[in-house]
C-alpha cells in the first residue's frame, strides 16, 4: 500500500502546505517529533528551492515501508535551470541566488538519504527520505 | 496570517501563533520596523513558540527584524525556539547572527529590563523616557 501525495510548488502558501503534509505523513510513519520536525524543515527548504531557482515544480512525498520500517521519501523536482556544477552546490556557503538558499548541504543532513541528479537547461531531481528511528 | 503585536510600556511583543508564509513573514517585518517607530519602542521581542519550522527565509527575515529595528534604536530579542527547531536549524547550517535570543518571554523581558536599565547607568537622561517625546512637551505650551 503505497500512500504519494503531489504538491504543485507555484507560490510561498505551497511551501507551507507541502511542509503541513510532510508532517502528518511523518506523524503516520510513526516519527519522533524531532524528526518531523527535521522532515518539515527539509520539505521546506526544496520546496523554497523550487519556487527561487525554477519559480515552479512539484514535491512527492511518498510513506514507505521496507523491511518493517516506515520512513518518508521527498522527490522534489522542477524543470528550472538545473544546477552546472553539483559537487559545488553540495558544499556549504554555496548559493547563486544572493545567499538566500543555503539548502543542500543543509537538506542532507536534516535526512537519512539524499540524492540529487540535475542536467543544465532542463531541471533538477533531488530525492530524500527520512526513516523512522529504531 | 496576521500577527498581534502588544505594547508593553517600551517593548513591543510579537507573538507568532502559527506557520507563516514568506509573505505573512515580510508583512511582519514591515509592521514592527514601523511600530517601533510609531511607539518609540526601546525593545521588541519575537515569540515563535508556535512556529513549526524556521528554514533560511523565515531566519533571515527575524535577522533582518533585529538589525532593521536596532538601527532605529529598539533592542529584539527572539524568544520560544523550541528544542527540535533549535537542533533543526543547526543541522541545516542557519545562524542568527548575534541577535539576541531568551528562552521564553519572561526571560526576553529581563533581558531587556537589564539592558535598559544598563543603558540608563551608562548615559542617564541621552533619551527621554518612552511615551515622552520631547516635541509633544514642547506642543504642551
Known amino acids: ?134 | 496570517m496576521d500577527v498581534p503585536v502588544l505594547k508593553q510600556g517600551p517593548y513591543l511583543i510579537a507573538t507568532v501563533q502559527s506557520a507563516l508564509t514568506d509573505a505573512d513573514l515580510a508583512q511582519l517585518r514591515r509592521t514592527l520596523v514601523e511600530q517601533v517607530g510609531r511607539y518609540r519602542s526601546r525593545g521588541l521581542i519575537v515569540d515563535v513558540t508556535a512556529v513549526d519550522v524556521l528554514d533560511s527565509f523565515a531566519c533571515r527575515t527575524l535577522r533582518d527584524i533585529a538589525h532593521m529595528t536596532g538601527f532605529r534604536g529598539a533592542e529584539t530579542v527572539i524568544v520560544g525556539i523550541h528544542a527540535d527547531l533549535a537542533f533543526a536549524m543547526v543541522q541545516l547550517g542557519l545562524s542568527l547572527e548575534g541577535v539576541a535570543t531568551a528562552l521564553d518571554l519572561e526571560e526576553g523581558l529581563a533581558y531587556l529590563n537589564r539592558k535598559q536599565r544598563a543603558a540608563k547607568a551608562a548615559a542617564p537622561g541621552l533619551r527621554p523616557p518612552a511615551g515622552k517625546s520631547p516635541t509633544r512637551d514642547r506642543r504642551g505650551h
Open chain 1, 1 to 134: 500500500m503505497a500512500i504519494s501525495e503531489h504538491i504543485p510548488i507555484k507560490a510561498d502558501t505551497d511551501v507551507l502546505a507541502a511542509r503541513q503534509k510532510g508532517r502528518a505523513l511523518g506523524l503516520q510513519a510513526g516519527f519522533a517529533s524531532i524528526d518531523i520536525t527535521l522532515l518539515a524543515t527539509a520539505i521546506s527548504e526544496l520546496a523554497r528551492n523550487i519556487l527561487l531557482y525554477a519559480r515552479e515544480g512539484e514535491i512527492e512525498l511518498r510513506l514507505l515501508h521496507e523491511g518493517g520500517r516506515r520512513g518518508v521519501m521527498v522527490v522534489a523536482s522542477d524543470q528550472g535551470p538545473g544546477i552546472a556544477d553539483i559537487e559545488r552546490a553540495l558544499q556549504d556557503g554555496f548559493s547563486t541566488s544572493g545567499g538566500l538558499g543555503l539548502g543542500l548541504p543543509g537538506v542532507k543532513r536534516l535526512m537519512d538519504s539524499f540524492e540529487i541528479r540535475s542536467l543544465p537547461g532542463q531541471g533538477t531531481v533531488v530525492t530524500a527520505v527520512k526513516w523512522e528511528l529504531r
